[in-house]
C-alpha cells in the first residue's frame, strides 16, 4: 500500500517536471538572450534548436571547451551553469531550443521597432499599423517562417484572404480588428508589409508573467543574465496532477480498507 501511494507521488512529481521544464522567450532582434536549462546536466552539454520540422546542433560545451556548429559569427557561447547565450539575435534563431536533447525553451524573436501584444483565447481585439499610411492597407501576418496576407482595405471595401470565419475586419483605414482570437493568430503582424506588432495568445484566464529585456553587454563573461519567465499557463497540468494523484490515493484507501473489513469477517467465520 506505502509503495503505490509512493510511486503515485513519484509519477507527480516527474510529470511537473516535464511540464514546467519549457520555458517562453521573447528577445528583439539585435538583442543578447540567455537559455538555460532547467534540469540538472553533468559532463558535456549540447544545444540544438527545431525550427519548421527541423533540429540541428547549435553549440556543445564541457571540459573546458565550446564546439560550434555552423556559427560562422560566432554569436553562441556558454557559461559555466551550462546555459546557452545568444549574441545579437537574429529572427532565425526563433523556434524551440534542447538542452541535451530535452525541450528547455521557446524563444520568439520579433523585429526591434514593434510591441509585443497579449491577448486571451477568444478575446477580440484591434492591431493598428506602426506607422503612417496613404491609400490601400494590407495586413499580413507571419509564423512559422510563412508570411501570409490576412486583409486588404480601400475605397471599394474589405478584400478578406483565408478568412472562411470572417473573423477579420477593419474600423478605420489603419486598423484591423479581430474577433475571437485563436492561437493560430499569434505571430508578427505587418501593415504595408512593415512589421507592426508581435501577438501572443494565451489560453483563456491566464495572465502571463513579464518578462524583463536582457542587459545589453559586450562579452558574455560579464553580461548580466536575462531573466527567464517561466509559462504562467503550465501550472493548471500540474494542478490536474494533483487532483488525479489525489483521488487516486483515496480510491487506493477506501478499497484497502474494504478488503481489510472483508477478510476479518472472513476470519471470524472460519474461527466458527
Not at 506505502?2 to 539585435?30: P, Q
Not at 532547467?38 to 565550446?66: C, F, H, M, P
Not at 501576418?141 to 483565408?162: C, F, M, P, Q, Y
Amino acid at each position: 500500500m506505502r509503495g503505490i501511494i509512493c510511486s503515485c507521488l513519484f509519477l507527480f512529481v516527474l510529470g511537473c517536471k516535464v511540464t514546467a521544464a519549457i520555458r517562453n522567450e521573447i528577445v528583439k532582434e539585435k538583442e543578447p538572450v540567455t537559455l538555460r536549462c532547467d534540469q540538472s546536466v553533468e559532463g558535456d552539454v549540447t544545444w540544438s534548436r527545431e525550427s519548421g520540422g527541423t533540429k540541428v546542433n547549435i553549440l556543445t560545451a564541457g571540459s573546458g571547451r565550446e564546439i560550434r556548429y555552423n556559427d560562422p559569427q560566432k554569436r553562441y557561447s556558454s557559461f559555466a551553469d551550462k546555459s546557452l547565450y545568444i549574441a545579437r539575435a537574429a529572427s532565425s534563431d526563433a523556434g524551440i531550443y534542447y538542452c541535451n536533447y530535452e525541450a528547455a525553451v521557446i524563444l520568439t524573436v520579433i523585429p526591434p521597432a514593434i510591441g509585443i501584444k497579449t491577448v486571451e483565447e477568444k478575446e477580440s481585439f484591434i492591431l493598428r499599423c506602426a506607422q503612417s499610411v496613404e491609400g490601400d492597407v494590407t495586413w499580413s501576418r507571419e509564423s512559422d517562417g510563412t508570411k501570409v496576407d490576412i486583409l486588404t482595405t480601400n475605397g471599394a471595401g474589405e478584400i478578406r484572404h483565408n478568412d472562411q470565419y470572417k473573423r477579420y475586419s477593419s474600423l478605420s483605414q489603419t486598423s484591423i480588428y479581430i474577433a475571437r482570437a485563436a492561437f493560430s493568430d499569434a505571430g508578427t503582424y505587418y501593415c504595408n508589409y512593415e512589421a507592426a506588432v508581435r501577438l501572443v495568445v494565451i489560453p483563456s484566464g491566464k495572465t502571463p508573467t513579464k518578462t524583463n529585456p536582457p542587459t545589453t553587454t559586450t562579452t558574455p563573461t560579464t553580461m548580466t543574465p536575462a531573466k527567464t519567465t517561466a509559462s504562467s499557463y503550465l501550472w493548471p497540468t500540474c494542478v490536474r496532477y494533483v487532483i488525479g494523484i489525489l483521488y487516486l490515493i483515496i480510491m487506493i484507501s477506501i478499497t484497502a480498507t474494504i478488503w481489510r473489513k472483508v477478510s476479518s469477517r472472513r476470519c471470524l467465520v472460519d474461527s466458527w
